[in-house]
């Protein structure tokens, strides 16, 4: 019967394949496997999603400590979203440094599988340091919008969980079509703006457009949004992982996808609320 069930279920499994949160969900919306008796669990995907934000909790004390040690030599002042910030070259390093290991960990927990329950713990360090940076160093003296960015944070996988258990939003073909189209509108309007920036003909007007508050709110709210829908299709994904009864490897996977869309969600909260804060603390 259980082997009935996971060929039932493979024309829904194609369907949701369309669209996936991530690269890492969308990989595994296409896996085929079936195990009888060391299949994955919701108990099991739990547990690793756990040990992947607690990494990043690592990332956060790391931080920490690094920005003790660097805190020597030349300094640079920025005005980061409107709050004043002063940096040593050493911190500057290492938050660049950061930066660039989110990415290559990033890619090699998605596509090199055996390796994401390491590569995606590291992952999620670099994650840590960088919350830990934005609300210790950029945000001194107002470290408490990271706890609230934090509570908004999980109202919303709250609030997502509920629906999505619900059926009160449904994972159909409309309903990807929908975020797609606001993805790739969002980040093609991003990627503009960047090459823009860069051509002295139109960088002055991508750095007017940059600096508009109304701009900032918009684009941190659709964002939100997008990575708030991305969690109704990870909770899909983990479904099919769980019911489809794909080995217990496979938790690993599931687990760090949805980690990796609650950091992002996360960051994208914390975006939002220093655009106001910096707003509000320059006027």
Same mark, same amino acid.
């Given at each position: =019967? *259980? +082997? ?10 194609? +369907? +949701? ?5 991530? $690269?890492?969900?969308?990989?595994? @919306?296409?896996?085929?496997?079936? !195990?009888?008796? @060391? ?12 040990? %992947? ?22 300094? %640079? @002042?920025?005005?980061?979203?409107? #709050? ?11 938050? #660049? ?13 998605? #596509? ?17 340091? =960088?919350?830990?940076? /934005? ?6 003296? #107002? ?7 934090? *509570?908004? /944070? ?21 309903? +990807?079509?929908?975020? =797609? ?11 503009? =703006? ?5 051509? $002295?003909?139109? !960088? ?8 508009? %508050? ?32 794909? $080995? ?12 990796? /869309? ?12 220093? /655009? ?8």
């Amino acid at each position: =019967m *259980a +082997r009935l069930s996971s060929n039932n279920n493979t024309a829904t499994k194609e +369907r +949701r394949s369309f669209l996936s949160s991530n $690269p890492v969900m969308h990989r595994l @919306d296409k896996v085929n496997e079936f !195990s009888e008796t @060391d299949s994955a669990t919701y108990g099991g995907i739990a547990a690793k999603t756990v040990y %992947f934000l607690l990494f990043s909790v690592v990332g956060i004390a790391v931080e920490r400590v690094l920005s003790q040690m660097l805190s020597t030599g030349q300094t %640079f @002042d920025l005005n980061i979203k409107g #709050f004043h910030v002063s940096l040593y070259m050493g911190e500057v390093i290492a938050l #660049f440094a950061s930066v660039i290991l989110a990415i290559v960990f990033q890619l090699l927990a998605f #596509f090199a599988k055996p390796t994401t329950p390491v590569t995606g713990a590291l992952y999620c360090v670099t994650q840590g340091y =960088m919350i830990s940076f /934005t609300v210790f160093k950029v945000l001194h003296g #107002f470290e408490y919008l990271g706890l609230l960015a934090l *509570a908004i /944070t999980m109202t919303i996988v709250l609030v997502m969980a509920i629906l999505y258990a619900t059926g009160l939003i449904r994972v159909t073909k409309k309903f +990807r079509m929908v975020m =797609m189209t606001l993805f790739i509108t969002v980040i093609a309007v991003s990627l503009l =703006m960047l090459v823009g920036s860069f051509i $002295p003909a139109t !960088s002055e007007m991508v750095m007017q457009i940059r600096n508009n %508050f109304a701009v900032s709110i918009g684009f941190s709210v659709v964002f939100i949004i997008i990575a708030s829908l991305f969690l109704i299709c990870d909770f899909a994904t983990i479904d099919h992982v769980v019911q489809d009864r794909l $080995p217990k490897k496979y938790e690993w996977q599931a687990a760090f996808g949805l980690s990796f /869309t609650v950091l992002w969600l996360y960051l994208k909260v914390l975006d939002l609320i220093m /655009t106001i804060a910096g707003n509000k603390n320059n006027n």
